[in-house]
């Protein structure tokens, strides 16, 4: 297995964009700073929920009943401590990056590459399934999100949280199980020609997966098209890439994690990224 040196260990998700109001909050006493000073503006109690709107090119919160304007239109919610930020009535780890952009907000999670797969794995596949296929979801995942990095720069994020891009739950999805599979894999990708390919899945492809050139026009060449081992249930998705259904199913049967990638993707080889980093 070969080691990668890739700088990037950090994923900004995009959570909501063009929204006229947010709620958010911490678990644990939190801080707001104007992203463009570095200063903090104000300090946010543990487990409350505040609001927070756009103000002319600003950004007001309100607390106590009140709204405050923020003299800045980019601010960053961080905890203090260890613990969570809030949105969208979920838990995040990592910090929440608000943004007034044209009179609108637009709300990303800024967070570690293993965190960000903890809030995937367990909202792409379910968490009851079989360990060695959830660790093949987990790898895929990783390749998909780092592979695609800066997809979305024109929003202001990577990728945003929903299955047009990962399905992503933040830590409120997370599960000991999923958790502890992300650990065991963690750093892991896969690569083709020394570069992290994206990993297409998708739910099941009804027997047969197909090749990139039937979905989008042109080949690639770690897409091939296989048996999908997922005919027992009704194609969904795009059919390219690995079969989620399928990864179950050959679990079943015995395979670990790195036959199934390796069988669903042509001519891969796996490496971990940022060795320094995960000493």
């Not at 543990?46 to 609001?51: C, D, N, T």
């Not at 203090?80 to 809030?86: K, L, P, T, W, Y």
Request: proline residues 3%; charged residues 20%; aromatic residues 10%.
């Amino acid at each position: 297995m070969m080691n990668l040196f890739n700088p990037s260990f950090a994923i900004k998700v995009g959570l909501q964009t063009n929204v006229s109001k947010i709620g958010v909050g911490a678990s644990v006493e939190a801080v707001i700073i104007d992203a463009n000073t570095n200063k903090s503006v104000c300090t946010i109690d543990a487990m409350k929920g505040y609001e927070v709107r756009p103000y002319k090119n600003k950004i007001a919160i309100k607390y106590d009943g009140k709204y405050y304007k923020i003299d800045s239109d980019n601010v960053v919610l961080r905890t203090v401590n260890e613990g969570f930020v809030s949105v969208k009535s979920k838990w995040y780890r990592g910090i929440l990056m608000i943004q007034n952009k044209n009179g609108k907000l637009t709300v990303i999670n800024n967070v570690d590459i293993e965190d960000y797969i903890k809030g995937v794995l367990p909202s792409e596949m379910p968490s009851g399934w079989e360990s060695e296929a959830l660790k093949a979801q987990a790898i895929a995942a990783r390749s998909y999100a780092l592979a695609n990095l800066g997809k979305r720069a024109s929003l202001g994020y990577d990728l945003n949280d929903t299955p047009e891009d990962q399905a992503y739950g933040g830590a409120s999805s997370e599960t000991h199980k999923t958790n502890q599979l992300v650990e065991d894999t963690k750093g892991l990708v896969l690569i083709y020609d020394l570069k992290i390919i994206p990993a297409y899945y998708s739910a099941s492809a009804g027997g047969q997966t197909i090749n990139a050139s039937s979905a989008w026009g042109n080949d690639l060449p770690f897409i091939r098209s296989v048996p999908s081992y997922d005919s027992n249930v009704k194609k969904n998705g795009h059919g390219v890439g690995m079969s989620q259904h399928g990864a179950n199913n050959l679990a079943k049967q015995g395979y670990n994690a790195y036959q199934i990638l390796q069988y669903f993707y042509k001519n891969v080889k796996f490496a971990r990224i940022n060795p320094e980093y995960y000493n």
